[in-house]
């Protein structure tokens, strides 16, 4: 049906040149755009929250960059491209969530907090062991997503531009740990913001044009799509059933484990979204709360709308790649939608399918970059105005000061990415994006909500539920498939596993919640006039005296 | 208007309790918590449902509605539709029914403050 091709025996010269070309024009003007901002950057509100000066479609567009990650993009349509309908499935929970973010978050926190999600966490709780567990999760949440990311973007890179050996992955990784430091340190929040927006811009435009070219391969016709999809996945010795490729169960549904494992999942992407400290911040970079609304409206129009055009992108890179190629040139699919916009541009030797090719690969490339600085900036942020500022120097640092901590944390944070990017580099550590989501499901969002509604809440429920729900979602991870006793695991020489599950939601946020309500029930009450609550309940819903 | 907060004593957190305290306020938290919690309960419930079919009742999935498009994909397209349509309402709920009075009772709240810290003077 098609020209067997491998990614890697493209002509390699030809479209390396183009991609890092392109790759490098994006670099440049995100570097130029970068400094600029950081020209207008004085003083925190700048650094932290972009000056609060963002419009809801602005920051819609950079929340949209800030969340759509490569393993979205290229994860997603690689999944559907492999396991059909399961791997839409995926991309459904992504979206969802983003309505808990809606309803219940996003405005509530803009109202209440300053800059960071442990401002709104701390609000009525005892100010120093509360940021401090705040910073933690925000920390480790960022860190684990960071590595992922990182080690992703190596592997990702060196197969898009056929580079083989260590030396070139771990160059990558410093490469792409540098900008991000760059856009970070020097731009703040607001050149962070604009290299989101530029990325958001590029990711869409990319995938539309992808999108169409399929849709007119098939005459706009999407059972077409479907049927072709389903029936060249079912080829050759690699082939699967083609109606469980439309309705199911190639990836989750090969026994009660993986089943139950896909609850847990799902719960952990919708709950997660809204704990995810990355996104909680961009909520401060907007004037009001209900530009903060605006913001997810239009970031849930984006993201949906994406996530629908990867259905595309998955089935078409089903339906016109074999499979066999898919799997050879990267076993979890990761390069199917650039196989595809290979193949859709005109295929083995045009030069429509190397320009398509090197666009598709600049655009990823792009979308690992700014994810990767939208986390080091959270957890950065975090780190200076939660731990520095409020517990080390105990409110009493200036903002310049503040400020500079935020540079260096960002350096460093920077830095301890790279390293553990290089160290990690031949570990599959795919699995701690979901570990990220899980984490935040579990410690982030249960003492979110407590401290938002529920007016007994203490400094006790507060530790217990973000150091349990964190502690059990780690120790799960740590104990289950992901990190050894399987061929894909991290470690797949040991097997110290006995958790059957690889994402642990289903236990860990149930477990996140019980904890909060326990700590709190089984200490004194803080706040017994309740005088705390009334003001930071007044402020959240009506916006009085907010930031 | 039945409870604006009557003479501001000590400065600062005394008007956010009074206004906690009154009546529009509990007013404007039943609007949001009747729309927010109860809708919020109904999408994850939604959600898990399709969930649970798409893992325990892959027969009905399967099942062919027109052409290669099955019971499946359909629920899936349902599931980002129905993010749209909850999102739109939502905001069309907060425009209308929310946002007006949290304006009106912000404006009463921070003149207190103003006025408690004035007086403290």
């Known amino acids: 049906m098609n020209a067997a091709f491998q990614l890697a025996a493209v002509d390699t010269t030809d479209h390396r040149t183009l991609i890092v070309s392109l790759f490098s024009v994006f670099v440049a003007i995100t570097l130029v755009i970068t400094v600029l901002a950081g020209r207008r950057t004085k003083d925190a509100t700048d650094y932290y929250a972009g000056g609060r000066s963002f419009t809801a479609f602005q920051n819609g567009l950079a929340v949209s960059g800030d969340y759509m990650s490569a393993a979205s993009f290229l994860g997603i349509a690689g999944a559907i491209a492999l396991f059909g309908y399961d791997g839409f499935l995926y991309s459904i929970g992504f979206l969802v969530a983003w309505l808990v973010a809606l309803l219940l978050v996003a405005e509530p926190l803009r109202n209440a907090g300053r800059f960071t999600m442990g401002d709104v966490l701390a609000y009525r709780m005892r100010q120093r062991p509360v940021r401090t567990a705040a910073g933690v999760s925000t920390i480790v949440v960022s860190i684990f997503y960071l590595l992922a990311q990182m080690v992703g973007a190596g592997a990702l890179v060196a197969l898009l531009l056929g580079i083989s050996g260590d030396t070139g992955k771990n160059l990558i990784v410093v490469f792409v740990g540098v900008i991000m430091i760059l856009y970070v340190t020097i731009g703040g929040m607001k050149g962070t913001t604009w290299v989101q927006i530029v990325k958001a811009l590029l990711l869409i435009g990319g995938t539309i044009l992808i999108t169409i070219l399929v849709l007119a391969k098939f005459h706009f016709n999407i059972s077409d799509l479907l049927g072709a999809a389903a029936a060249n996945a079912s080829e050759g010795k690699d082939g699967v059933d083609a109606g469980q490729f439309l309705s199911g169960g190639l990836q989750y549904g090969l026994n009660s484990t993986t089943k139950l494992d896909f609850v847990s999942l799902g719960i952990a992407l919708v709950l997660g979204t809204a704990g995810l400290p990355h996104i909680l911040i961009r909520f401060y970079t907007v004037p009001t709360a209900k530009t903060a609304r605006k913001s997810v409206l239009w970031a849930i129009g984006i993201i949906g709308g994406f996530y629908l055009m990867t259905i595309a992108l998955g089935f078409g890179a089903a339906a016109l790649i074999d499979r066999a190629d898919i799997i050879s040139s990267n076993a979890a699919g990761n390069t199917a939608a650039p196989l595809l916009a290979y193949e859709i541009g005109g295929g083995d030797g045009s030069s429509g399918g190397a320009i398509l090719l090197a666009v598709i690969s600049a655009v990823a490339f792009a979308t690992i970059l700014a994810v990767v600085a939208g986390l080091t900036l959270a957890s950065s942020s975090s780190f200076a105005h939660d731990i520095y500022a409020n517990v080390i120097r105990k409110g009493k640092a200036t903002e310049r000061e503040e400020v500079n901590a935020a540079r260096m944390s960002a350096i460093a944070i920077g830095a301890v990415a790279i390293l553990l990017g290089v160290f990690a580099g031949k570990l599959n550590v795919a699995g701690l994006v979901a570990l990220a989501f899980a984490v935040a499901a579990s410690a982030n969002l249960p003492t979110i909500l407590y401290s938002l509604f529920w007016k007994r809440f203490n400094t006790t429920g507060a530790l217990w539920s973000i150091y349990g729900g964190l502690t059990v979602s780690v120790v799960l991870v740590l104990f289950s498939k992901v990190v050894s006793g399987d061929p894909a695991a991290m470690f797949p020489d040991v097997d110290f596993h006995w958790f059957p599950l690889k994402n642990p939601g289903l236990i860990s946020i149930p477990a996140g919640f019980l904890f909060g309500w326990l700590g709190s029930i089984l200490s004194k009450p803080e706040d017994e006039d309740g005088k705390k609550f009334a003001e930071l309940e007044v402020r959240s819903l009506t916006g009085a005296g907010a930031h | ?121």
């Open chain 2, 1 to 121: 208007m039945s409870t604006a907060p009557p003479t501001p004593s000590p400065p600062g957190n005394g008007s956010y309790v009074r206004m906690q305290e009154s009546e529009d306020f509990a007013e404007l938290r039943r609007r949001f918590r009747t729309f927010a919690f109860p809708v919020t309960i109904g999408f994850t419930a939604w959600y898990l449902l399709y969930v649970l079919l798409s893992n325990y009742a892959g027969d009905f999935m399967a099942k062919k509605l027109f052409g290669n498009i099955n019971v499946a994909f359909v629920l899936g397209l349902a599931q980002f539709l129905t993010t749209f349509l909850i999102a739109w309402w939502y905001a069309r709920h907060a425009n209308a029914k929310f946002d007006p009075e949290a304006d009106r009772l912000r404006a009463v709240v921070e003149a207190d403050v103003e006025h408690a810290s004035e007086d403290a003077r």
